[in-house]
């Protein structure tokens, strides 16, 4: 059995799948959160959030990109949302590799370099203030204002916020 299979058949064995509010797009929390898709970071459950009030991206390194951007327009734009909690993480993964090894490695097996960038970094309080730049500089964001940057420790649970200096 795949993984797939087997997430598909704990979905078919679900008795009370979800619960909150799931008659609309729109979080009622009005907030969007941005963090890593490592699978140590369990959002719903760190934050006490139950479905229906948070817009939740992920990608790796829990950075600001300029995908994450096009989110958080139409997140802010289209469906309400006014705040943006960024949470990166220790020991992630982006950390420990480098701009220029990840795509000579990238390249080396498949030919072609990639454009994108791959958002590797040392300090992970460095990278959420460049993130939260990023999201309060952005010309495609109406709520620039409510941006906040946090650590979260994936061996203690504790969330630490980071000051943007």
Not at 86 to 91: L, S
């Amino acid at each position: 059995m795949t993984a797939i299979d087997t997430l598909l058949q704990r979905n078919s064995e679900l008795t009370d799948p979800v619960l909150g509010d799931r008659s609309t797009a729109s979080p009622s929390m009005k907030i969007a959160i941005l963090t890593c898709m490592d699978a140590r970071i369990r959002v719903f459950e760190i934050f006490g959030l139950i479905q229906g009030e948070a817009h939740i991206l992920r990608n790796a390194g829990g950075v600001v990109t300029d995908d994450v951007i096009r989110s958080l327009a139409l997140s802010q734009r289209k469906l309400g949302t006014e705040e943006v909690l960024i949470m990166q993480h220790t020991t992630c993964g982006v950390s420990t590799v480098t701009e220029d090894g990840f795509k000579d490695e990238l390249e080396e097996a498949g030919g072609v370099r990639p454009t994108w960038a791959v958002e590797a970094f040392r300090d992970v309080e460095d990278s959420v203030r460049r993130s939260m730049r990023r999201v309060r500089t952005s010309r495609y964001l109406p709520h620039t204002d409510k941006v906040r940057g946090f650590v979260y420790d994936v061996h203690t649970g504790k969330v630490t916020e980071v000051l943007d200096n």
